[in-house]
């Protein structure tokens, strides 16, 4: 957990930072991503071989990200880069999220109560 204690950041473990929004916090609150062939891919296990770069599973920072041209700086790669699987893994996320069976019950326990 990352605390701010005046200007000064205690933790327990790495932090690491996200590229979108540049926010430091903990390894497991962020997606890893490598370069594969030209393209940026999430490294869901953490083991893919490479320089990697951490970003938030939100599509608001993968956007920040783009807009920023934060990928080719962070992966020391000329030119811009393809994150069409970044990104499809961050709607097939959201869309388990949402459509997740638990989700589901408590849905249906506010609609029916009894």
Known sequence: MVRRRGSVFTHNGPVRTCIGCRARTLPS???RVVVVDGAVVPDTRRRLPGRGAWLHPDPSCLRDAEKRRAFPRAFRVPGP???ERVRGHLAQQEHQVQGSPRDRQEAR???DPS
Request: proline residues 0%; charged residues 35%.
């Open 109 to 111: 326990k506010q609609v």
């Open 29 to 31: 609150e962020l997606l």
């Open 81 to 83: 880069l393809d994150v």
